[in-house]
């Protein structure tokens, strides 16, 4: 954009705009602690072996949806035949709301 050109709303000049590098100071650099290496639908095999439940077993012949609560409170549900399928993640007052809910009748549409 060369050559200046007039700005009437600031008074001034525009100049060509240079190409340089940022300076390190500027530039976010993600540390390993910055990302969550939990993630909803994570391969459950990735949250270990260790620590699921299943809360109840029901007729169907052992398949049923276990359960995992998280060191910060989160709590990670898998299907009990995919144990390396996906493993979703819900924060403690998802949980806690669903629960709740499910035992209110909230959830009984589900069954008819």
């Known amino acids: 954009m060369w050559p200046p050109t007039w700005r009437p709303s600031t008074g001034c000049a525009l100049k060509p705009l240079r190409c340089t590098r940022p300076r390190r100071s500027s530039v ?8 969550d290496p939990i993630y909803n639908g994570m ?4 949250l270990g072996t260790e620590g699921w439940q ?5 007729p169907n012949g052992g398949s049923c949806v276990e359960a995992m609560k998280l060191s910060d ?3 990670a549900l898998r299907q009990s035949t ?6 979703l993640i819900y924060a403690y007052h998802e ?6 809910g499910a035992k209110a009748g909230a ?3 589900l069954l008819t």
């Open 107 to 109: 959830a009984d549409f």
């Open 54 to 58: 299943k809360p109840w077993s029901g």
């Open 82 to 87: 995919d144990p390396d399928g996906p493993a």
């Open 28 to 35: 976010r650099f993600a540390r390993s602690s910055d990302v």
């Open 73 to 75: 409170g989160r709590v």
């Open 43 to 46: 391969p459950a095999k990735d």
């Open 95 to 100: 949980i806690e709301t669903f629960i709740q």
